[in-house]
């Protein structure tokens, strides 16, 4: 009589219900909070103490270190650990906002200080967040992956949604002082979760440190380069942010003071793109998995060009609002799809690095185009601006569909 042995595979745990999952988004969720409520108390601070021209260069210091160490960052990441390095991020952004506090309360410094603790949250940024995008794949089961970037997605535009009240609650009530030492509380309120981490071992022998950070860099940008699904993704994310992260932020304000819709329509336009954005993260939370992942990233992001163009040309703020939110509901998809890819398609011993050379258009690369947008509005007005624009992200899902093992990319199940 011959017996068989069958292999039973434990079920995969969800990740709304995986302790892990949770500590991790609820730590994300804290500090996504305290940097809201801390870069209004910064440029409140700022314009309060200099003239709007400081303040402006106050809140573009933090942008240097944050684009010329990313990559540093994201190797550090994979070489200490993403727990490390998120905790110690954390750490240093909490006492540097609590000193902060502390220093406005006791004494009136000048701007100068303010641009000292701008530097110090960019050098922070560059190595938190290749950290934090590699911590998922380390807590969570991979087919899990999705909806763990849903979930992260949702966290996120709450901190963007209620920092800013917060923020602004802080100041009213105690000013800067207050709204800093805000900012630290919520720094602090993610610390444990983060302690509380427990990570997987990374497979035997898996994109093991070879020597020196250099040579390290360059074996991340080998595997990069030479995987058939990262390599393109990677084109397409730069093209997606050199897109759009300019019409967004610089575009939009000059596009609501010529419609004459003020400050609260502004407002308004952005709430539709937050609400369409924040259903795209749910609806990939709820389902877990989006088939043919790689077609529909691509697809979303050529439909969502052309709500992108159409912005500038809706004169009534209602139907803006509408555009926005299918703006952010096919640009949320995208997204939410490129960074589930990422972290699926990249060896985990490789995901800092790998999300530091994704994270780097759009918070090094693309925010060099700020000046650059504004002066084109104020040469030849919002239309051929956001024509542009939603050309060149029309380009990135064109890229993405021409591609077929970008286009046949698919999460697991």
Known sequence: MTT???????????????????????????????????YLALSWAAVSNGSPAQAGLVMTVS????????????????????????????????????????????????????????????????????????LPPRI???????????????????GAVLGAPLGGLAVAVGGSVTAFAVAGVLFALSLPLLCSLRLRSLPEGTGESRGTALRDLADG????RGHRVLGPLMIVILLADLGF?????????????????????????????????GTASLLVTVRGRVPRAGAVMGWSMTLGAVSIGALAFVPQLPLAVLVAASVGL???????????????????AYLGRVTAVSSLGSLGIAPLSFPLTGAAI??????????????????????????????RAELPR
């Open 330 to 348: 096919l640009a949320g998809l995208n997204g939410v799809l490129c960074g589930s890819l990422v972290q699926t398609e990249a060896d985990p």
């Open 221 to 224: 940008l080998r595997h990069l």
């Open 63 to 134: 942008a240097v270190p944050r684009a010329l160490l990313m990559l540093a960052g994201g190797v550090i990441a994979d070489r200490l650990g993403p727990r490390r390095v998120v905790i110690a991020s954390d750490a240093v952004r909490c006492l540097s906002t609590f000193g902060l506090a502390g220093l406005l309360f006791l004494a009136s410094p000048g701007l100068w200080v303010l641009a000292v603790v701008a530097l110090v949250f960019g050098t922070v940024d560059a190595l938190f967040l290749p950290a934090v995008g590699a």
């Open 378 to 407: 104020g040469l030849w007005g919002p239309g051929p601006v956001f024509v542009l624009s939603a050309a060149v992200c029309a380009l990135s899902g064109v890229y993405a569909l021409a591609v077929p093992a970008l286009r």
């Open 4 to 38: 068989t042995a069958a292999t039973v595979t434990a079920p995969v745990r969800p990740a709304h219900r995986n302790p892990q999952v949770l500590r991790w988004l609820g730590a994300y969720t804290a500090s996504t909070l305290g940097d809201s409520v801390y």
């Open 140 to 158: 969570a089961d991979r087919e899990q992956l999705a909806r763990v970037q849903g979930m992260r997605g949702l966290s996120y535009r709450m």
């Open 245 to 277: 992260v300019g019409p967004l932020n610089v575009g939009l304000a000059l596009l609501a003071e010529q419609r004459g819709w003020e400050a609260a329509g502004m407002g308004w336009v952005l709430f539709g793109f937050g609400a369409g954005a």
